[in-house]
DNA sequence: GCTGCTGGTCCATATTACGGACGGTGTGAC
DNA sequence: GTCACACCGTCCGTAATATGGACCAGCAGC
Protein backbone atom coordinates (compact mmCIF):
# COMPACT_ATOMS: atom_id res chain seq x y z
CA UNK A 1 0.00 0.00 0.00
CA UNK A 2 1.64 3.13 -1.62
CA UNK A 3 0.54 5.41 1.49
CA UNK A 4 -1.91 8.06 0.88
CA UNK A 5 -0.37 11.39 0.61
CA UNK A 6 -3.59 12.59 2.00
CA UNK A 7 -4.62 14.37 5.56
CA UNK A 8 -1.44 15.10 7.84
CA UNK A 9 1.76 12.90 8.49
CA UNK A 10 1.06 12.60 12.09
CA UNK A 11 -2.28 12.70 12.48
CA UNK A 12 -3.21 16.10 13.64
CA UNK A 13 -5.43 17.85 11.29
CA UNK A 14 -4.02 21.37 11.19
CA UNK A 15 -6.36 23.24 8.70
CA UNK A 16 -3.35 25.19 7.30
CA UNK A 17 -1.87 22.91 4.65
CA UNK A 18 -1.56 25.01 1.91
CA UNK A 19 0.09 27.72 4.02
CA UNK A 20 2.89 25.80 5.28
CA UNK A 21 3.11 24.25 1.62
CA UNK A 22 3.40 27.55 0.85
CA UNK A 23 5.94 28.47 3.23
CA UNK A 24 8.32 25.30 2.47
CA UNK A 25 7.97 26.59 -1.26
CA UNK A 26 9.36 30.21 0.27
CA UNK A 27 12.09 28.21 2.05
CA UNK A 28 13.15 26.12 -0.71
CA UNK A 29 13.71 29.31 -3.14
CA UNK A 30 15.87 31.04 -0.27
CA UNK A 31 18.17 28.07 0.02
CA UNK A 32 18.41 28.88 -4.39
CA UNK A 33 18.33 32.15 -4.31
CA UNK A 34 21.34 32.38 -6.05
CA UNK A 35 20.80 30.97 -8.83
CA UNK A 36 16.79 30.90 -8.63
CA UNK A 37 14.79 27.53 -9.12
CA UNK A 38 12.89 25.85 -11.43
CA UNK A 39 9.54 24.50 -11.28
CA UNK A 40 10.21 20.82 -11.79
CA UNK A 41 13.00 21.42 -8.75
CA UNK A 42 10.84 22.88 -6.40
CA UNK A 43 8.23 20.13 -6.89
CA UNK A 44 10.64 17.34 -6.46
CA UNK A 45 12.73 19.06 -3.52
CA UNK A 46 9.44 20.02 -1.77
CA UNK A 47 7.75 16.85 -2.75
CA UNK A 48 4.53 18.63 -4.21
CA UNK A 49 2.67 18.23 -7.33
CA UNK A 50 3.79 19.88 -10.21
CA UNK A 51 0.42 21.84 -10.60
CA UNK A 52 0.06 22.60 -7.14
CA UNK A 53 3.27 24.62 -7.19
CA UNK A 54 2.74 26.01 -10.12
CA UNK A 55 -0.68 27.45 -8.49
CA UNK A 56 0.81 28.48 -5.56
CA UNK A 57 4.15 29.99 -7.09
CA UNK A 58 1.28 32.32 -9.72
CA UNK A 59 0.01 33.36 -6.33
CA UNK A 60 3.00 34.55 -4.28
CA UNK A 61 4.24 36.00 -7.76
CA UNK A 62 1.49 38.26 -7.84
CA UNK A 63 2.05 39.37 -4.10
CA UNK A 64 5.24 40.28 -5.06
CA UNK A 65 6.60 37.56 -2.77
CA UNK A 66 8.24 35.79 -5.34
CA UNK A 67 9.90 36.97 -8.90
CA UNK A 68 9.80 34.91 -11.95
CA UNK A 69 12.52 35.72 -14.46
CA UNK A 70 10.92 36.46 -17.94
CA UNK A 71 13.50 34.64 -19.97
CA UNK A 72 14.58 31.77 -17.70
CA UNK A 73 11.26 31.08 -15.96
CA UNK A 74 13.27 30.68 -12.61
CA UNK A 75 11.82 31.48 -9.56
CA UNK A 76 13.43 33.74 -6.61
CA UNK A 77 12.28 35.90 -3.52
CA UNK A 78 10.41 38.59 -4.39
CA UNK A 79 10.76 42.48 -3.50
CA UNK A 80 7.79 42.00 -0.80
CA UNK A 81 10.42 39.52 1.03
CA UNK A 82 12.87 42.37 1.70
CA UNK A 83 10.02 44.80 2.18
CA UNK A 84 9.07 42.76 4.94
CA UNK A 85 11.92 41.81 6.16
CA UNK A 86 12.71 45.70 6.53
CA UNK A 87 9.89 46.10 8.69
CA UNK A 88 10.79 43.01 10.80
CA UNK A 89 14.21 44.52 11.50
CA UNK A 90 14.10 46.77 13.99
CA UNK A 91 13.06 43.52 16.66
CA UNK A 92 15.97 41.42 15.85
CA UNK A 93 19.04 44.31 15.77
CA UNK A 94 21.24 41.11 16.73
CA UNK A 95 23.34 42.58 13.88
CA UNK A 96 23.35 46.77 14.48
CA UNK A 97 24.57 45.77 18.29
CA UNK A 98 27.39 43.65 16.71
CA UNK A 99 28.24 45.53 13.86
CA UNK A 100 30.81 47.72 15.57
CA UNK A 101 32.63 44.19 17.33
CA UNK A 102 32.56 42.62 13.94
CA UNK A 103 34.42 46.13 12.70
CA UNK A 104 36.81 45.60 15.08
CA UNK A 105 37.92 42.03 14.57
CA UNK A 106 37.96 42.54 11.19
CA UNK A 107 40.74 45.06 11.57
CA UNK A 108 42.58 43.49 14.26
CA UNK A 109 43.04 40.38 12.28
CA UNK A 110 42.49 40.97 9.05
CA UNK A 111 40.37 37.90 7.91
CA UNK A 112 36.76 37.87 7.44
CA UNK A 113 34.52 37.81 10.33
CA UNK A 114 30.59 35.86 10.28
CA UNK A 115 27.51 36.74 12.29
CA UNK A 116 25.67 33.57 12.93
CA UNK A 117 22.37 33.17 14.16
CA UNK A 118 20.01 29.92 15.65
CA UNK A 119 17.16 29.64 13.67
CA UNK A 120 15.10 26.37 14.90
CA UNK A 121 17.70 23.12 13.61
CA UNK A 122 19.16 25.91 11.66
CA UNK A 123 21.85 28.47 11.42
CA UNK A 124 21.82 31.65 9.15
CA UNK A 125 24.62 33.94 8.52
CA UNK A 126 23.42 37.18 9.39
CA UNK A 127 26.32 39.41 8.60
CA UNK A 128 29.92 39.78 6.95
CA UNK A 129 32.36 41.97 7.96
CA UNK A 130 35.88 41.54 5.02
CA UNK A 131 38.61 41.84 6.43
CA UNK A 132 42.13 44.03 4.43
CA UNK A 133 43.81 40.58 3.89
CA UNK A 134 44.22 40.41 0.20
CA UNK A 135 42.62 36.47 0.41
CA UNK A 136 39.42 36.24 0.89
CA UNK A 137 37.65 33.35 2.26
CA UNK A 138 33.87 34.26 1.88
CA UNK A 139 32.51 30.60 2.87
CA UNK A 140 29.25 32.18 3.81
CA UNK A 141 26.58 34.22 1.79
CA UNK A 142 24.35 36.50 4.18
CA UNK A 143 21.32 34.96 4.36
CA UNK A 144 22.58 31.53 4.13
CA UNK A 145 20.98 28.97 5.74
CA UNK A 146 22.52 25.24 6.89
CA UNK A 147 21.69 22.58 9.48
CA UNK A 148 23.48 23.75 13.01
CA UNK A 149 26.12 22.13 13.51
CA UNK A 150 27.73 22.59 9.85
CA UNK A 151 30.04 25.94 9.73
CA UNK A 152 32.18 26.71 12.79
CA UNK A 153 29.86 29.60 14.30
CA UNK A 154 27.06 27.23 13.85
CA UNK A 155 29.05 24.47 15.64
CA UNK A 156 29.91 27.25 18.10
CA UNK A 157 25.94 27.34 18.95
CA UNK A 158 25.29 24.14 18.79
CA UNK A 159 27.81 23.26 21.27
CA UNK A 160 26.21 26.18 23.69
CA UNK A 161 22.95 24.67 24.00
CA UNK A 162 21.53 22.09 26.59
CA UNK A 163 22.75 18.45 26.50
CA UNK A 164 19.67 17.26 25.58
CA UNK A 165 18.66 19.94 22.64
CA UNK A 166 22.34 18.80 21.01
CA UNK A 167 21.38 15.55 20.77
CA UNK A 168 17.45 16.35 19.74
CA UNK A 169 19.25 18.50 16.93
CA UNK A 170 21.15 16.30 16.06
CA UNK A 171 19.22 13.50 15.64
CA UNK A 172 16.65 15.38 13.61
CA UNK A 173 19.09 17.19 11.33
CA UNK A 174 20.26 13.74 10.88
CA UNK A 175 19.10 13.25 7.03
CA UNK A 176 20.58 16.78 5.96
CA UNK A 177 24.00 15.91 7.39
CA UNK A 178 25.52 13.67 5.39
CA UNK A 179 25.12 16.52 2.45
CA UNK A 180 27.77 18.13 4.51
CA UNK A 181 29.97 15.47 4.96
CA UNK A 182 29.27 15.01 7.94
CA UNK A 183 27.62 11.56 10.31
CA UNK A 184 25.63 12.42 14.06
CA UNK A 185 28.51 10.40 15.79
CA UNK A 186 31.39 12.84 14.12
CA UNK A 187 29.06 15.96 15.08
CA UNK A 188 28.56 14.90 18.03
CA UNK A 189 32.51 14.35 18.61
CA UNK A 190 33.04 18.16 17.16
CA UNK A 191 30.41 19.31 19.76
CA UNK A 192 32.26 17.03 23.02
CA UNK A 193 35.85 19.07 21.63
CA UNK A 194 34.31 22.75 21.09
CA UNK A 195 32.52 22.08 24.71
CA UNK A 196 36.19 21.30 26.06
CA UNK A 197 38.14 23.81 24.52
CA UNK A 198 35.93 26.49 25.14
CA UNK A 199 35.30 27.33 21.13
CA UNK A 200 35.12 25.65 17.90
CA UNK A 201 37.61 25.54 15.56
CA UNK A 202 38.01 23.31 12.09
CA UNK A 203 38.83 22.82 8.95
CA UNK A 204 35.68 23.43 6.36
CA UNK A 205 35.17 19.91 5.26
CA UNK A 206 33.47 21.56 2.15
CA UNK A 207 35.71 23.55 1.39
CA UNK A 208 39.90 22.36 1.76
CA UNK A 209 42.39 25.08 2.92
CA UNK A 210 39.92 27.32 5.23
CA UNK A 211 40.17 26.95 8.71
CA UNK A 212 37.57 28.92 11.20
CA UNK A 213 36.89 29.73 14.66
CA UNK A 214 33.81 30.14 16.58
CA UNK A 215 32.85 31.62 19.53
CA UNK A 216 29.02 31.54 20.62
CA UNK A 217 26.51 34.34 22.14
CA UNK A 218 24.69 33.46 24.92
CA UNK A 219 21.63 34.91 26.28
CA UNK A 220 21.09 35.81 30.26
CA UNK A 221 19.70 32.16 30.84
CA UNK A 222 23.24 31.29 29.57
CA UNK A 223 21.92 29.10 26.15
CA UNK A 224 23.57 30.01 23.13
CA UNK A 225 21.63 31.66 20.40
CA UNK A 226 23.92 33.18 18.08
CA UNK A 227 28.22 32.97 17.45
CA UNK A 228 31.00 35.18 15.86
CA UNK A 229 33.32 33.49 13.81
CA UNK A 230 36.51 34.37 11.83
CA UNK A 231 37.72 32.54 8.74
CA UNK A 232 41.24 32.34 6.74
CA UNK A 233 43.20 30.06 4.90
CA UNK A 234 45.05 27.38 6.48
CA UNK A 235 48.23 28.98 6.42
CA UNK A 236 47.29 31.85 8.78
CA UNK A 237 45.52 29.93 11.21
CA UNK A 238 48.82 27.95 13.34
CA UNK A 239 47.54 26.30 16.78
CA UNK A 240 49.14 29.50 18.37
CA UNK A 241 47.13 32.15 16.42
CA UNK A 242 44.09 30.10 16.56
CA UNK A 243 44.24 30.45 20.37
CA UNK A 244 44.30 34.28 19.92
CA UNK A 245 41.43 34.78 17.74
CA UNK A 246 39.85 32.27 20.16
CA UNK A 247 40.36 34.91 23.26
CA UNK A 248 40.38 37.99 21.23
CA UNK A 249 36.46 36.59 20.13
CA UNK A 250 35.21 35.58 23.67
CA UNK A 251 36.27 38.93 24.93
CA UNK A 252 33.86 40.69 22.56
CA UNK A 253 31.30 37.74 22.31
CA UNK A 254 31.34 38.72 26.57
CA UNK A 255 31.12 42.30 25.63
CA UNK A 256 28.25 41.96 23.55
CA UNK A 257 26.32 39.78 25.81
CA UNK A 258 26.79 42.41 28.35
CA UNK A 259 25.17 44.91 26.06
CA UNK A 260 22.49 42.52 25.14
CA UNK A 261 22.09 42.35 29.32
CA UNK A 262 21.41 45.90 29.56
CA UNK A 263 17.69 46.31 28.24
CA UNK A 264 18.12 45.87 24.28
CA UNK A 265 16.67 42.58 23.65
CA UNK A 266 16.83 39.03 22.84
CA UNK B 1 -29.33 40.29 0.13
CA UNK B 2 -26.57 40.39 1.92
CA UNK B 3 -24.07 39.29 -0.83
CA UNK B 4 -22.53 35.92 0.29
CA UNK B 5 -19.20 36.26 1.57
CA UNK B 6 -18.35 33.19 -0.80
CA UNK B 7 -16.21 31.64 -3.75
CA UNK B 8 -14.79 34.90 -5.22
CA UNK B 9 -15.14 38.32 -5.43
CA UNK B 10 -14.75 39.16 -9.27
CA UNK B 11 -15.95 35.86 -10.93
CA UNK B 12 -12.50 34.12 -11.10
CA UNK B 13 -11.57 30.87 -9.02
CA UNK B 14 -7.92 31.57 -7.49
CA UNK B 15 -7.25 28.45 -5.99
CA UNK B 16 -5.20 30.25 -3.79
CA UNK B 17 -7.66 31.52 -1.16
CA UNK B 18 -5.86 30.57 1.73
CA UNK B 19 -2.07 31.68 0.65
CA UNK B 20 -3.57 35.28 0.02
CA UNK B 21 -5.24 35.53 3.25
CA UNK B 22 -2.30 34.81 5.20
CA UNK B 23 -0.04 37.38 2.94
CA UNK B 24 -2.88 40.16 3.51
CA UNK B 25 -2.42 38.73 7.24
CA UNK B 26 1.17 39.53 7.06
CA UNK B 27 0.81 43.35 5.56
CA UNK B 28 -1.49 43.90 8.07
CA UNK B 29 0.88 43.43 11.07
CA UNK B 30 3.43 44.89 9.32
CA UNK B 31 1.57 47.78 8.70
CA UNK B 32 1.38 47.82 12.98
CA UNK B 33 4.80 46.36 13.30
CA UNK B 34 5.93 48.97 16.29
CA UNK B 35 2.86 48.15 18.09
CA UNK B 36 2.00 44.70 17.19
CA UNK B 37 -1.71 44.24 17.03
CA UNK B 38 -4.47 41.81 18.31
CA UNK B 39 -6.37 39.17 16.92
CA UNK B 40 -9.79 41.03 16.72
CA UNK B 41 -7.94 44.30 15.11
CA UNK B 42 -6.26 41.90 12.79
CA UNK B 43 -10.05 39.95 12.32
CA UNK B 44 -11.98 43.57 11.83
CA UNK B 45 -9.10 45.02 9.71
CA UNK B 46 -9.00 42.31 6.83
CA UNK B 47 -12.25 41.28 6.94
CA UNK B 48 -11.78 37.04 7.98
CA UNK B 49 -13.43 35.73 10.53
CA UNK B 50 -11.55 35.69 14.40
CA UNK B 51 -11.59 31.53 14.32
CA UNK B 52 -9.69 31.67 10.20
CA UNK B 53 -7.22 34.40 11.55
CA UNK B 54 -6.10 32.48 14.97
CA UNK B 55 -5.88 29.52 12.89
CA UNK B 56 -3.63 30.88 10.41
CA UNK B 57 -1.62 33.04 13.11
CA UNK B 58 -1.14 29.64 14.70
CA UNK B 59 -0.08 28.42 11.99
CA UNK B 60 2.29 31.06 11.04
CA UNK B 61 4.11 31.35 14.73
CA UNK B 62 4.85 27.89 13.99
CA UNK B 63 6.24 28.84 10.88
CA UNK B 64 8.51 31.42 12.72
CA UNK B 65 6.80 34.29 10.34
CA UNK B 66 4.94 35.84 13.37
CA UNK B 67 5.50 36.21 16.91
CA UNK B 68 3.39 36.63 19.95
CA UNK B 69 4.27 38.30 22.85
CA UNK B 70 3.48 36.03 25.44
CA UNK B 71 1.93 38.42 27.81
CA UNK B 72 0.09 41.05 25.89
CA UNK B 73 -0.84 37.94 23.16
CA UNK B 74 -0.12 40.76 20.40
CA UNK B 75 0.82 39.83 17.01
CA UNK B 76 4.45 40.76 15.52
CA UNK B 77 6.50 39.75 12.62
CA UNK B 78 8.75 36.84 13.42
CA UNK B 79 12.29 36.28 12.57
CA UNK B 80 11.95 34.19 10.09
CA UNK B 81 10.51 37.03 7.84
CA UNK B 82 13.56 38.98 8.91
CA UNK B 83 15.91 36.12 7.97
CA UNK B 84 14.03 35.74 4.57
CA UNK B 85 14.81 39.38 3.45
CA UNK B 86 18.21 39.00 4.09
CA UNK B 87 18.22 36.39 1.76
CA UNK B 88 16.21 38.44 -0.66
CA UNK B 89 18.41 41.30 -0.11
CA UNK B 90 20.85 40.78 -2.61
CA UNK B 91 18.26 41.50 -5.58
CA UNK B 92 17.44 44.39 -3.92
CA UNK B 93 20.48 46.23 -3.73
CA UNK B 94 19.21 49.53 -4.18
CA UNK B 95 19.79 50.62 -0.74
CA UNK B 96 23.70 49.71 -1.22
CA UNK B 97 23.89 51.50 -4.60
CA UNK B 98 22.54 54.93 -3.05
CA UNK B 99 24.09 54.67 0.60
CA UNK B 100 26.88 56.43 -0.82
CA UNK B 101 24.90 59.08 -2.19
CA UNK B 102 22.86 59.65 0.69
CA UNK B 103 25.69 60.12 3.20
CA UNK B 104 26.63 62.85 1.00
CA UNK B 105 23.38 64.13 1.15
CA UNK B 106 22.66 64.53 4.73
CA UNK B 107 26.78 65.58 5.26
CA UNK B 108 26.08 68.65 2.89
CA UNK B 109 22.77 69.80 4.01
CA UNK B 110 22.88 69.00 7.67
CA UNK B 111 19.51 67.17 7.52
CA UNK B 112 17.54 63.71 7.52
CA UNK B 113 18.03 62.08 4.06
CA UNK B 114 15.20 59.16 3.03
CA UNK B 115 15.19 56.63 0.43
CA UNK B 116 11.86 55.77 -0.76
CA UNK B 117 10.84 52.84 -3.00
CA UNK B 118 7.53 51.75 -5.30
CA UNK B 119 5.88 48.95 -3.90
CA UNK B 120 2.41 48.72 -5.87
CA UNK B 121 0.21 50.66 -4.89
CA UNK B 122 2.37 51.90 -2.13
CA UNK B 123 5.59 53.15 -1.63
CA UNK B 124 7.91 52.01 1.03
CA UNK B 125 10.46 53.50 2.96
CA UNK B 126 13.81 51.79 2.22
CA UNK B 127 16.69 53.45 4.28
CA UNK B 128 17.40 56.33 5.79
CA UNK B 129 20.14 59.05 7.44
CA UNK B 130 20.47 61.72 9.53
CA UNK B 131 21.87 64.60 9.22
CA UNK B 132 23.81 66.10 11.58
CA UNK B 133 21.42 69.33 12.70
CA UNK B 134 20.36 68.88 16.33
CA UNK B 135 16.34 69.08 15.50
CA UNK B 136 15.50 65.81 13.95
CA UNK B 137 12.51 65.21 11.53
CA UNK B 138 11.95 61.68 11.41
CA UNK B 139 8.62 61.28 9.61
CA UNK B 140 9.45 57.72 8.24
CA UNK B 141 10.15 54.58 9.79
CA UNK B 142 12.34 52.15 7.97
CA UNK B 143 10.03 49.49 6.53
CA UNK B 144 6.87 51.98 6.43
CA UNK B 145 4.63 51.75 4.11
CA UNK B 146 1.99 54.19 2.32
CA UNK B 147 -0.34 54.83 -0.60
CA UNK B 148 1.61 56.43 -3.31
CA UNK B 149 1.39 60.41 -3.27
CA UNK B 150 1.72 60.55 0.49
CA UNK B 151 5.06 61.89 1.75
CA UNK B 152 7.53 63.26 -0.33
CA UNK B 153 9.71 61.09 -1.85
CA UNK B 154 6.58 59.11 -2.35
CA UNK B 155 4.85 62.05 -4.66
CA UNK B 156 8.18 62.42 -6.18
CA UNK B 157 8.04 58.95 -7.27
CA UNK B 158 3.66 59.03 -8.67
CA UNK B 159 4.70 62.39 -10.45
CA UNK B 160 7.08 60.39 -12.43
CA UNK B 161 4.78 57.96 -13.54
CA UNK B 162 2.82 58.10 -17.16
CA UNK B 163 -0.05 59.76 -17.23
CA UNK B 164 -2.71 56.92 -17.45
CA UNK B 165 -0.63 55.18 -14.54
CA UNK B 166 -0.42 58.51 -11.66
CA UNK B 167 -4.65 58.45 -12.34
CA UNK B 168 -4.94 54.35 -12.16
CA UNK B 169 -3.45 55.20 -8.53
CA UNK B 170 -4.78 57.70 -7.31
CA UNK B 171 -8.49 56.05 -8.44
CA UNK B 172 -7.08 52.64 -6.77
CA UNK B 173 -6.09 54.38 -3.56
CA UNK B 174 -8.77 57.13 -3.54
CA UNK B 175 -10.41 55.13 -0.06
CA UNK B 176 -7.43 55.28 1.60
CA UNK B 177 -6.38 58.87 1.21
CA UNK B 178 -8.82 60.43 3.29
CA UNK B 179 -6.89 58.75 6.06
CA UNK B 180 -3.55 61.04 5.52
CA UNK B 181 -5.93 64.33 5.03
CA UNK B 182 -5.66 64.23 1.24
CA UNK B 183 -8.82 63.49 -1.83
CA UNK B 184 -8.25 62.32 -5.46
CA UNK B 185 -8.32 66.20 -6.79
CA UNK B 186 -5.68 67.51 -4.01
CA UNK B 187 -3.67 64.65 -4.70
CA UNK B 188 -3.78 65.03 -8.57
CA UNK B 189 -3.17 68.90 -7.93
CA UNK B 190 0.24 68.01 -6.13
CA UNK B 191 1.33 65.73 -9.03
CA UNK B 192 0.67 67.97 -11.37
CA UNK B 193 2.46 70.93 -9.56
CA UNK B 194 5.36 68.47 -8.88
CA UNK B 195 5.44 67.59 -12.48
CA UNK B 196 5.91 71.71 -13.20
CA UNK B 197 8.45 72.26 -10.94
CA UNK B 198 10.57 69.34 -11.75
CA UNK B 199 10.60 68.17 -8.20
CA UNK B 200 8.26 67.14 -4.83
CA UNK B 201 8.40 69.97 -1.86
CA UNK B 202 5.47 69.59 0.84
CA UNK B 203 4.13 70.44 4.20
CA UNK B 204 3.68 67.45 5.68
CA UNK B 205 0.35 67.21 6.03
CA UNK B 206 0.44 64.61 8.78
CA UNK B 207 3.01 66.58 10.82
CA UNK B 208 3.16 70.90 10.92
CA UNK B 209 6.09 72.71 10.83
CA UNK B 210 7.77 70.54 8.76
CA UNK B 211 8.83 70.57 5.03
CA UNK B 212 10.72 68.46 2.72
CA UNK B 213 11.85 68.18 -1.04
CA UNK B 214 11.81 64.60 -3.02
CA UNK B 215 13.51 63.52 -6.44
CA UNK B 216 12.77 60.47 -8.13
CA UNK B 217 14.89 57.55 -10.19
CA UNK B 218 14.24 56.50 -12.79
CA UNK B 219 14.48 53.50 -14.64
CA UNK B 220 15.71 53.20 -18.23
CA UNK B 221 12.71 53.40 -19.66
CA UNK B 222 12.48 56.72 -17.80
CA UNK B 223 9.29 55.74 -15.27
CA UNK B 224 10.12 56.77 -11.66
CA UNK B 225 10.81 53.80 -9.15
CA UNK B 226 12.41 54.92 -5.91
CA UNK B 227 13.29 58.25 -4.72
CA UNK B 228 15.51 60.45 -2.37
CA UNK B 229 14.19 63.20 0.10
CA UNK B 230 15.33 65.29 2.21
CA UNK B 231 13.28 66.40 5.64
CA UNK B 232 13.67 69.47 7.84
CA UNK B 233 11.76 72.13 10.25
CA UNK B 234 10.20 74.68 8.31
CA UNK B 235 12.57 77.31 9.03
CA UNK B 236 15.35 75.59 7.66
CA UNK B 237 13.25 75.61 4.26
CA UNK B 238 13.23 79.13 2.85
CA UNK B 239 11.76 79.00 -0.74
CA UNK B 240 15.49 79.65 -1.87
CA UNK B 241 16.97 76.34 0.40
CA UNK B 242 13.44 74.40 -1.38
CA UNK B 243 14.94 75.24 -5.10
CA UNK B 244 19.36 74.41 -3.89
CA UNK B 245 18.18 71.27 -2.43
CA UNK B 246 16.13 70.01 -5.26
CA UNK B 247 19.49 70.65 -7.51
CA UNK B 248 21.28 68.63 -5.57
CA UNK B 249 19.42 66.50 -4.92
CA UNK B 250 19.07 66.09 -9.10
CA UNK B 251 23.10 65.41 -9.04
CA UNK B 252 22.54 62.38 -6.79
CA UNK B 253 19.73 60.94 -8.31
CA UNK B 254 21.17 61.23 -11.62
CA UNK B 255 24.36 59.63 -10.31
CA UNK B 256 22.72 56.83 -9.13
CA UNK B 257 20.76 56.28 -12.23
CA UNK B 258 23.63 56.16 -14.36
CA UNK B 259 25.11 53.72 -11.77
CA UNK B 260 22.36 51.65 -12.22
CA UNK B 261 22.18 51.73 -15.81
CA UNK B 262 25.61 50.34 -15.90
CA UNK B 263 25.38 46.57 -14.98
CA UNK B 264 23.55 47.00 -11.83
CA UNK B 265 20.18 45.41 -11.63
CA UNK B 266 16.59 47.66 -11.42
C1' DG C 1 -20.99 37.43 40.89
C1' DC C 2 -22.39 39.38 36.89
C1' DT C 3 -21.23 41.80 32.45
C1' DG C 4 -18.39 42.86 28.69
C1' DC C 5 -14.43 42.02 26.10
C1' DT C 6 -10.79 39.30 24.66
C1' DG C 7 -8.16 35.02 23.04
C1' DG C 8 -8.66 30.38 21.92
C1' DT C 9 -11.12 25.86 20.32
C1' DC C 10 -14.54 22.59 18.15
C1' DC C 11 -16.64 20.40 14.29
C1' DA C 12 -20.33 19.77 10.58
C1' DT C 13 -20.43 21.71 6.11
C1' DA C 14 -19.54 22.99 1.36
C1' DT C 15 -16.04 25.55 -0.51
C1' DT C 16 -11.52 25.32 -1.71
C1' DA C 17 -7.45 23.29 -3.16
C1' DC C 18 -5.72 19.11 -5.11
C1' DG C 19 -3.46 16.60 -8.81
C1' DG C 20 -4.05 13.36 -13.01
C1' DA C 21 -4.24 14.31 -17.60
C1' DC C 22 -3.55 17.26 -21.50
C1' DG C 23 -2.04 21.31 -24.33
C1' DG C 24 1.70 24.54 -25.52
C1' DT C 25 6.44 26.10 -26.28
C1' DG C 26 11.29 26.05 -26.95
C1' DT C 27 15.51 23.46 -28.00
C1' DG C 28 18.59 20.09 -29.88
C1' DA C 29 19.40 16.03 -33.01
C1' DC C 30 19.66 14.39 -37.56
C1' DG D 1 11.84 20.20 -41.69
C1' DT D 2 10.06 17.31 -38.13
C1' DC D 3 10.75 14.37 -34.48
C1' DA D 4 11.72 13.81 -29.73
C1' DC D 5 12.27 15.49 -25.39
C1' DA D 6 11.87 18.37 -21.41
C1' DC D 7 9.72 21.67 -19.40
C1' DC D 8 6.09 25.29 -18.27
C1' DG D 9 1.37 26.16 -17.86
C1' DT D 10 -3.86 25.00 -17.55
C1' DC D 11 -8.25 22.44 -17.03
C1' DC D 12 -11.68 20.45 -14.17
C1' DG D 13 -14.00 16.48 -11.46
C1' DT D 14 -13.31 15.15 -6.91
C1' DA D 15 -12.61 14.80 -2.01
C1' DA D 16 -9.97 16.58 1.24
C1' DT D 17 -9.37 20.95 3.29
C1' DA D 18 -10.37 25.37 5.23
C1' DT D 19 -14.26 27.75 6.79
C1' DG D 20 -16.95 30.19 10.37
C1' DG D 21 -21.04 29.85 13.63
C1' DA D 22 -21.24 28.53 18.16
C1' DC D 23 -19.05 27.80 22.37
C1' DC D 24 -15.58 27.83 26.24
C1' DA D 25 -12.12 30.25 29.10
C1' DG D 26 -9.65 33.97 31.29
C1' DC D 27 -9.62 38.59 33.03
C1' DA D 28 -10.96 43.52 34.33
C1' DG D 29 -14.21 46.57 35.97
C1' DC D 30 -18.24 47.60 38.05
Given amino acids: MPKKATSEENGRLSGTQS ?12 AHNRTGSRLLDLASRTGLQRPTVHRMLKCLTVQDMVLQDADTHRYFLGPMVFELGLTAAPRFNLREICHPAMTRIAEATGDTVFLTQRSGLDSVCVDRQE ?24 LAILSGLSEEEVKHVIVSNT ?37 SVGQALHNQSGIAFAALSVSAISSRMSEKRVAELAALLKNETR ?11 R
Fill in 175 to 211: PRLSEYGLTPTSLQAQVKRAQKLGYAVREMPTLAGVR
Fill in 255 to 265: FVEKQLANGDR
Fill in 131 to 154: GTFPIKTFTLEIGMRRPLGVGTGS
Fill in 19 to 30: IERALLLMREIA
